[in-house]
Nanobody
Framework: EVHVVESGGGLVQTGGSLKLSCDVS????????IGWFRQAPGNERMGVAC????????KYEDSAKDRFTISRDNAKNTIYLQISDLKPEDTAVYYC?????????????????????WGEGIQVTVSS
């Protein structure tokens, strides 16, 4: 079983930046797609960015392309989500998840239909 733990959240001011970390117990060829998701109050969970660890290709939700960057530290089995120019609407619980299916599933279907392994989530609050 793969264990996923998010860290790095907290309270930040509008315009600031934040780097979230997702520590994965193991990254394997069987479970190589890793994504970041978020769920704002009153909204459904949605995909933000995903990475395919077999080739490090990435995909982003359209609204996330300008300010969000997903990256990987191979040595640490850690996936990062860098968020710049934070806005109050970025306030949400951010989740990391691991899956065996294609990267498009991760970004477009994973939040609604499931990923194989989820972290517990971490709160990010952006003050105005």
């Amino acid at each position: 079983e793969v264990h996923v733990v998010e860290s790095g959240g907290g309270l930040v001011q509008t315009g600031g930046s934040l780097k979230l970390s997702c520590d994965v117990s193991e990254i394997t060829e069987e479970e190589p797609r890793i994504g970041w998701f978020r769920q704002a109050p009153g909204n459904e969970r949605m995909g933000v960015a995903c990475i395919d660890t077999t080739d490090n290709k990435t995909k982003y939700e359209d609204s996330a392309k300008d300010r969000f960057t997903i990256s990987r530290d191979n040595a640490k089995n850690t996936i990062y989500l860098q968020i710049s120019d934070l806005k109050p609407e970025d306030t949400a619980v951010y989740y990391c998840a691991v899956d065996r299916r294609i990267i498009s599933w991760c970004l477009w279907a994973g939040a609604k239909y499931g990923m194989d392994y989820w972290g517990e989530g971490i709160q990010v609050t952006v003050s105005s």
